[in-house]
């Protein structure tokens, strides 16, 4: 299975830097329907029923309980499979 990767380790190649990415993205992204869909979704509720909490043992996870129901929401929202989730978590950030 694919893993997904930290915009982090591709910084070098990458000639801007990924905050100034992320500032303009957040605004766009706020606008659009996905974006007014997940500002309604009561994300730390619903992770909280579905008993997912952050655990400071072992690995540090990629996303918060949070993320992870956004992301089970995604996935159905997008209609994709598990490998085609996390390719287009890799190649696009729209």
């Known amino acids: ?3 997904i990767q930290k915009i982090s380790e591709l910084q070098p190649t990458i000639s801007f830097t990924e905050f100034e990415v992320f500032k303009d ?3 766009s ?8 869909l997940q500002v309604m979704l009561p ?3 619903l992770s909280k029923e579905l008993g997912l909490q952050e655990s400071p043992l072992g690995r540090k ?4 309980p949070e993320g992870k129901v956004a992301l089970m929401f ?3 929202y997008s209609g ?8 287009q978590l890799n190649a696009n950030i729209q």
């Open 29 to 36: 992204f706020l606008r659009s329907e996905l974006g007014k």
């Open 74 to 76: 995604l996935k159905s």
């Open 43 to 45: 994300l730390k509720s």
């Open 80 to 87: 994709v499979s598990d490998r085609d989730l996390v390719m």
């Open 25 to 27: 993205y957040g605004q």
């Open 61 to 64: 996870t990629y996303f918060p």
């Open 1 to 3: 299975m694919r893993k």
